[in-house]
Structures are given as structure tokens and as C-alpha cells.
């Protein structure tokens, strides 16, 4: 509801298309075959049906988030960092956890990559 309301990704509740197929008892092929070509309208545009599901870790207090705000605090901390000094993963990681997000550099990697953003030394610049 309050992505609905803000328009900000973060906010969608982590749901899978396993969720939805035990609610109505069907196969999770049938649900995401749904999921790929069925839109929905919301006041901030119309969006593919499966860009609402979101896949979800847990923060340090039990509590369930979606990977999406994990991935907005990533390019936030990359977009913020010193172009000459760029924030490696292992960094990221610990400002993540910081955060209240506990998950592995591997994580933080595969994460940076789904951004389409590059290893910190390919993000160094030379001054």
C-alpha cells in the first residue's frame, strides 16, 4: 500500500511468485506465465505485474525487507563515494551492516552487478 502511495520502490512488501501460487493452489509456471504478461495501472504508471514481486532478506531485527532497498542504499553509497577512492564490496558490506543488513560480500556483489555497476576499480578516477 505505501508504494502505491510514495511511488518508492523500497516500500513494496517482499512477495515471490511461490507466495501466490500456494494462496490460489496453483503451479508457479502458471503464475509467472501470468506474472509476464498481465499489467497493472497505479497512480505513478503502469508496470509488468512481476515488477512487484520482490525477493526479501531479513534485517538484524527479524524483520522481513525487500532486496530492492538494499540495492537503493548500494547505489546511493556508490553514488555518494570519492571518485578517486571508490567503495570496494568488502566496504559496502560493512556499511550494510551498519545498516542493520547482515549478507555476504557475495551478496553485495551480485547485487552491484544487477545495477549494471562496475567493481571499484573500474569506477576509479584518476585526478
Same mark, same amino acid.
Given at each position: %500500500?505505501?508504494?502505491?502511495?510514495?511511488?518508492?520502490? $523500497?516500500?513494496?512488501?517482499?512477495?515471490?511468485?511461490?507466495?501466490?501460487?500456494?494462496?490460489?493452489?496453483?503451479?508457479?509456471?502458471?503464475?509467472?506465465?501470468?506474472?509476464?504478461?498481465?499489467?497493472?495501472?497505479?497512480?505513478?504508471? =503502469?508496470?509488468?505485474?512481476? $515488477?512487484?514481486?520482490?525477493?526479501?532478506?531479513?534485517?538484524?531485527?527479524?524483520?522481513?525487507?525487500? $532486496?530492492?532497498?538494499?540495492?537503493?542504499?548500494?547505489?546511493?553509497?556508490?553514488?555518494?563515494?570519492?571518485?578517486?577512492?571508490?567503495? =570496494?564490496?568488502?566496504?559496502?558490506?560493512?556499511?550494510?551492516?551498519?545498516?542493520?543488513?547482515?549478507?555476504?560480500? %557475495? =551478496?553485495?556483489?551480485?547485487?552491484?552487478?544487477?545495477?549494471?555497476?562496475? &567493481?571499484? %576499480?573500474?569506477?576509479?578516477?584518476? &585526478?
Amino acid at each position: %500500500r505505501e508504494y502505491f502511495l510514495t511511488g518508492d520502490e $523500497t516500500k513494496i512488501r517482499p512477495m515471490i511468485l511461490k507466495d501466490i501460487a500456494d494462496i490460489v493452489q496453483l503451479d508457479i509456471s502458471t503464475i509467472s506465465r501470468v506474472a509476464n504478461s498481465k499489467y497493472v495501472q497505479t497512480p505513478y504508471g =503502469t508496470f509488468l505485474l512481476k $515488477t512487484l514481486f520482490s525477493e526479501s532478506l531479513q534485517n538484524d531485527d527479524g524483520e522481513e525487507v525487500s $532486496t530492492r532497498e538494499v540495492k537503493k542504499i548500494l547505489k546511493d553509497c556508490i553514488g555518494a563515494e570519492d571518485k578517486s577512492k571508490p567503495v =570496494t564490496d568488502e566496504q559496502l558490506t560493512k556499511i550494510l551492516k551498519d545498516k542493520g543488513y547482515n549478507i555476504a560480500r %557475495r =551478496t553485495v556483489a551480485k547485487y552491484r552487478e544487477q545495477l549494471n555497476i562496475p &567493481v571499484a %576499480r573500474l569506477r576509479k578516477e584518476l &585526478v
